[in-house]
């Protein structure tokens, strides 16, 4: 999988102008000329100066840089870094800088180290890290590591460091994996802290693990299974998702080989949400092949879950065809999604069930809808048939609406067809 990011928006578009609508009764024409013609948009420039370089497009201004030599192109690069500090320099070292980075990103590297402001230098380092190309990356990784520690913003040097291995990953994924690790030693105690793991860190073994994984799947899986957890799961996650991206069959009979582990089961989840994703149809046939019945539960759930958000009545049909128990969870989930989206549409299709299916239908119902309108969802929590579903549900909501909404809740529970010993319980804990 390729992953990019876009470069920042260097200029504003400008409102194009309109001619005036024609009067009530203009039936006509008009024969003179307008008071007013929208102008020409300008030719992009035909040289390449200060003041024009904003305004090429990209693989013209790369095409003047590589006429210019190596001298010309540092003498440009001089100018360029003695403008004033403003918005529109900080434009014009993007310019440059973008297109330097193919033409040759070595000295282009070079030349951004000498900006005289950390600001300015992260300019056009940034430039370059967006601009270049992934076989470069490598010279770009090692030059931001030995920088000094002010020479960029530290946010800004992580960040890039960050892209320019995931580009170098494109094309020489393992080297880019061991500048990953030597770059965060301590991986697994990030990823095991609340929230940690976010950010660059993150980002970066995600697209890593994933370019190398459409690449080498096996080298890529040897090489993060060897790490500590959670590190390796992660990883492991993404390299079978890269994998499935080139070659489905391959990558989902790795994974339906491999669910003995919590861990393996997990990554078998995730595959499941990655198929739903593109395509449920392919993600349900697939689970078909995982004989953990754990694991494709879990698998079922999500894909139901994905599924109904896209097409809830598609996803529906589906469920109705699996084991009773299998389908009931996965009901449940199908009209908890949909009622989120469309809860009238919802209500129509739970008439149209029976049985357990309608009864795990009405559950992931009311349970969706109670935050909004608790006596709705507990007149349909009635409507289940299960006794002890029914009274597990409405005991629930109920509960829930007697803390937050005690005035509306007790009437409500008083004149329901709840069981007398029901409503005791639930008023006299109020």
């Not at 201004?61 to 918005?87: H, I, N």
């Not at 089961?265 to 754990?294: I, L, S, Y």
């Not at 449940?332 to 299916?357: C, E, I």
Request: glycine content about 6%; some cysteine.
């Amino acid at each position: 999988m390729m992953w990019f990011l876009c470069a920042h928006c260097l200029f504003a578009q400008t409102k194009p102008e309109t001619a005036p609508p024609l009067a009530a009764d203009d039936t006509a024409a008009p024969t003179a000329s307008p008071a007013f013609s929208i102008p020409p948009t300008p030719s992009p420039p035909h040289r390449l100066d200060i003041d024009t370089i904003a305004a090429i497009p990209l693989e013209e201004r790369r095409a003047f840089l590589a006429k210019l030599s190596a001298d010309e192109r540092v003498k440009f690069a001089r100018q360029v870094r003695d403008l004033p500090p403003t918005g529109q320099t900080n434009g014009k070292i993007n310019a440059l800088f973008m297109g330097w980075s193919v033409v040759d990103p070595v000295a282009a590297i070079e030349n951004a180290k000498g900006f005289p402001t950390p600001r300015t230098r992260t300019v056009a380092t940034e430039a370059i890290a967006y601009g270049m190309e992934p076989k470069s990356a490598g010279i770009m990784v090692q030059s931001l590591r030995t920088l000094s520690q002010d020479a960029l913003d530290p946010e800004a040097k992580e960040r890039l460091l960050g892209l320019s291995i995931v580009k170098w990953s494109q094309v020489d994924p393992s080297a880019a994996a061991q500048a990953l690790a030597e770059l965060y030693p301590d991986a697994p105690s990030r990823l095991a802290k609340p929230g940690g793991g976010d950010g660059v860190f993150l980002t970066a073994t995600k697209g890593v693990a994933t370019n190398w994984g459409a690449t080498d799947p096996h080298a890529a899986l040897d090489w993060f299974q060897k790490k500590s957890e959670p590190e390796n799961l992660f990883a492991v996650e993404n390299v079978i998702l890269g994998w499935w991206q080139k070659d489905h069959t391959a990558a989902a009979a790795y994974v339906s080989a491999h669910v003995g582990t919590a861990g393996e089961r997990e990554v078998a989840g995730v595959m499941a949400d990655a198929m739903a994703e593109q395509d449920p149809r392919v993600a349900t046939d697939w689970v078909k092949w995982n004989k953990d019945d754990r694991s494709r539960r879990r698998a079922q759930l999500r894909i139901a879950d994905i599924w109904a958000s896209k097409d809830p009545r598609a996803a529906a049909k589906w469920v109705a065809g699996l084991p009773a128990e299998e389908g009931k969870s996965a009901m449940s989930v199908v009209a908890s999604r949909w009622a989120q989206n469309d809860s009238q549409a919802t209500a129509k299709w739970l008439d149209s069930l029976k049985g357990s299916l309608r009864d795990a239908a009405i559950a992931g119902f009311a349970s969706a809808t109670a935050g909004t309108d608790y006596a709705f969802a507990m007149g349909w929590a009635m409507k289940i048939s299960d006794p002890i579903s029914k009274e597990r549900l409405s005991k629930a909501i109920a509960t829930q609406w007697l803390r937050l909404k005690p005035n509306e809740a007790r009437p409500w529970i008083q004149s329901s067809k709840m069981p007398e010993d029901q409503k005791k319980q639930l008023l006299g804990s109020d």
